[in-house]
């Protein structure tokens, strides 16, 4: 069974922000962590953390982060999401903030989902809970619709 150190909610982001060393982002993005990371987070974090962004752009405030590596050189980012993604016929994508030409950013666009078990996860996933229906089981991983509200497309919010 794994172990931590600590499991908080989202109240206690503050804390945990304050001591840690790398914060991962991991987490989909909904009404209630579009802008997770802003200003008054970055405020707390240390001076020299590193943030690995493997999920949705928009949770981390695109101008809070900026500002905040820009103004500690020893902060470092690992980014493997855009702010805006080009749209049908456009040829290349233009942030808000030139985030991935600070020397401190190592950026990606959005790559990390190429995972080779992929598509044999979401299959399997797929098929289980379709047999889960059939037999009046519960079904596994359900999203609230309610949590997505404030926006249509996540990848365009």
């Avoid at 943030?51 to 902060?75: C, M, S, T, W």
């Avoid at 999401?81 to 991935?100: C, L, N």
């Avoid at 080779?116 to 089981?137: C, F, M, P, T, W």
């Avoid at 999203?143 to 404030?150: A, G, I, K, L, M």
């Amino acid at each position: 069974m794994p172990s931590f150190d600590e499991i908080t909610t989202l109240e206690g982001l503050h804390p945990v922000l304050q001591k840690s060393d790398v914060i991962l982002v991991a987490v989909p993005l909904t009404d209630k962590t579009k802008n997770l990371l802003g200003p008054e987070e970055f405020r707390v974090m240390k001076p020299d953390c590193i943030i690995v962004n493997v999920a949705r752009g928009a949770i981390i405030n695109q101008e809070a982060l900026y500002n905040f590596l820009k103004d500690h050189p020893d902060a470092k980012a690992a980014l493997d999401v855009w702010w805006r993604y080009p749209k049908p016929g456009e040829e290349d994508v233009v942030q808000d903030f030139p985030i991935p030409q600070l020397p401190n950013v190592l950026s990606s666009p959005h790559y990390s989902d190429g995972v080779e078990e992929q598509l044999k996860l979401g299959s399997d996933s797929a098929v289980d809970n379709i047999l889960r229906y059939v037999r009046s089981e519960p079904l596994k991983g359900i999203v609230d619709r309610e949590d997505y509200t404030s926006f249509k497309n996540p990848v365009h919010p």
